[in-house]
């Protein structure tokens, strides 16, 4: 009986009616010798890929920046080490806890627990952070593979939609939609993509973390719904457009980081800049004034209107929220950082606590932007 009802609401929810646009039906959108098109089954490789993709990134981290940033300088150096005294009942504390974020009374408890003072206790918290924070060459190395990735995959998607006509003329997306064929290099672009954004997934949890943890991951799960969605209706013809403006930005955001590392400060402030410039082009005027504006108005010029239609452009709109507040935050940083002198500031540190340090204000460091926000409509 359960089985029973798991199949009558999967059939629901994958229901013609709700996916696909009228008088369609999934069978009308099976490949055939002549043409192609998106299989659902497929949906499936990006998982594994996924788990190469993570490989792969250790493999450049630990073979080819670690070795880069130690050529410059960079010490291989864990911070803090043995700075801590061993105690099991603060190290449970710190693990079940956000890092020590204690309230006073807690405190008050745990001081009178162990027989220490409670400045004893602070200062155990407080050095115990210490030793968690990532060494300048570990950020410098995740920040090389992510410039390495970013340039790829922007340099790819180029390559694959030049000769496309919906790279020119936004509209051909809704031509004769749903019946528009996938090309190989198109479907390697989109698998390629969600493997990355399953890899992010996975990882963001043992990355270093940032103030803006709920948001990526927030944003990440987006991002494979709408892959996900928007493979299964077709609809990839507008998400490959999606996926080519949200990368550019990000190879100067992490190049930016690297030199800040590196304190080459003049090259870092330029690419900031770019960064900035870049990201307020593709993010908040590229993206919805011509892909929003193509799926919330156009559209419904070109092609019947469907639920799923209502869906995909609710969330699309979410990510729109994402990057006003991300660049709220970018803004934010960079105006405190000329009105300090100090243009080097990474807008996007690996943790609130080295951005505080770093810049002599207890400011939280503005959330990691989309790594590329791909979606389809």
């Not at 990532?134 to 340039?151: D, M, N």
């Amino acid at each position: 009986m359960v089985l029973n009802t798991i199949i009558s609401i999967s059939k629901s929810f994958w229901s013609s009616d709700v996916w696909l646009p009228p008088n369609v039906t999934w069978s009308d959108l099976e490949s055939t010798d002549e043409i192609n098109y998106p299989d659902f089954s497929d949906i499936w490789y990006p998982i594994l890929y996924s788990f190469a993709l993570t490989f792969v990134r250790l493999a450049f981290e630990r073979f080819i920046f670690m070795p880069l940033g130690i050529s410059y300088g960079l010490k291989p150096v864990k911070p803090w080490k043995g700075q801590a005294p061993d105690n099991p009942t603060l190290e449970k504390v710190y693990q079940t806890t956000r890092k020590g974020k204690l309230h006073y009374k807690q405190i008050q408890g745990l001081a009178k627990q162990l027989d220490w003072s409670e400045r004893r206790i602070e200062r155990w918290i407080r050095m115990r952070r210490m030793m968690d924070r990532p060494s300048t060459l570990v950020k410098f190395s995740e920040s090389g593979w992510r410039l390495t990735y970013y340039a790829f995959a922007f340099s790819y998607g180029i390559w694959t939609l030049w000769d496309k006509p919906y790279l020119w003329d936004i509209n051909h997306c809704w031509y004769n939609f749903p019946f528009q064929a996938l090309t190989n290099d198109v479907w390697w672009y989109y698998m390629m993509s969600l493997s990355c954004y399953w890899s992010l997934l996975f990882t963001v949890f043992v990355d270093i973390k940032r103030k803006d943890f709920w948001e990526m991951c927030t944003h990440h799960i987006i991002t494979i719904t709408l892959l996900v969605f928007s493979w299964t209706c077709n609809m990839v013809r507008c998400g490959c457009l999606v996926l080519v403006i949200h990368d550019c930005a990000d190879i100067f955001l992490e190049g930016a980081k690297m030199t800040r590392y590196l304190k080459w400060q003049r090259t870092c402030d330029f690419l900031f800049a770019v960064f900035t410039v870049l990201w307020i082009v593709t993010r908040l005027f590229v993206y919805p004034f011509w892909i929003l504006r193509s799926t919330c108005i156009d559209a419904k010029k070109l092609v019947e209107m469907f639920p799923a239609y209502y869906i995909f452009n609710t969330l699309l709109v979410l990510l729109l929220g994402l990057h006003i507040i991300w660049t709220y935050f970018i803004l934010k940083v960079l105006y405190r950082a000329v009105l300090s002198g100090n243009t080097g500031t990474d807008a996007r540190s690996s943790s609130s606590e080295q951005f505080s340090e770093d810049n002599g204000n207890s400011s939280p460091s503005p959330p990691t932007p989309s790594k590329r926000s791909p979606t389809k409509n």
